[in-house]
């Protein structure tokens, strides 16, 4: 009776720690766009970007509402939320996909998948940096959205030129999500 105690005592920890491990990492960052020349230069920036990375099977999703950005002046934010992004029809940007080259001692990474913006989904790779540090992992990214691609209005500059491509930069810590792991308890019946 003893040795199927000790066995089923064991048998629970080591449930309880499997159950308590998690591979997901979650967390929020910060994204800046920028579009123009020096002179005419159209930025935003927003810090209301949230994302989630599992790197066990590289599967990665992060999404931030467009009315987040913030501008240099308000005429600028108007414009942007009502005339070229129409963020009541198309509030939210996403990428959805997995990490395609990626490992535990490699920091630059690739992810492959959709990347949704102003309603438009195109399949796209996207290069980055992933570090980890201590019990967690940041993320950053440099890449270019054509306005094309996704059928955004391209702003006009006051040089008269359109602004066709955006340049994004994002910076996101991710940290481990933990969920309480369920407790079993076994209990042994006294002799009388």
Not at 173 to 185: C, D, F, G, S
């Amino acid at each position: 009776m003893k040795p199927l105690l000790v066995l089923l005592l064991t048998f629970s920890l080591c449930w309880q720690v499997s159950l308590g491990q998690q591979n997901m990492y979650t967390g929020n960052g910060q994204v800046t766009f920028s579009a123009g020349a020096p002179l005419d230069l159209i930025k935003g920036t927003s810090s209301e970007i949230k994302g989630s990375i599992n790197p066990e099977n590289g599967k990665v999703y992060f999404e931030i509402p467009v009315k987040s950005f913030q501008f240099a002046n308000s005429l600028m934010q108007e414009r942007f939320n009502d005339k070229y992004m129409q963020t009541d029809r198309h509030p939210k940007a996403t990428f959805n996909g997995e990490l395609t080259s990626f490992s535990q001692n490699s920091k630059e990474v690739t992810a492959y998948g959709t990347l949704t913006i102003h309603g438009v989904a195109k399949r796209r790779s996207i290069k980055g940096t992933l570090v980890k540090q201590g019990n967690s992992f940041v993320l950053q990214s440099l890449f270019v959205v054509s306005t094309k691609d996704h059928h955004i209005n391209s702003p006009q500059l006051t040089s008269g030129f359109m602004a066709e491509n955006i340049h994004v930069n994002l910076r996101l810590h991710l940290t481990p999500e933990y969920n309480p792991a369920r407790m079993v308890t076994l209990y042994q019946k006294k002799k009388p």
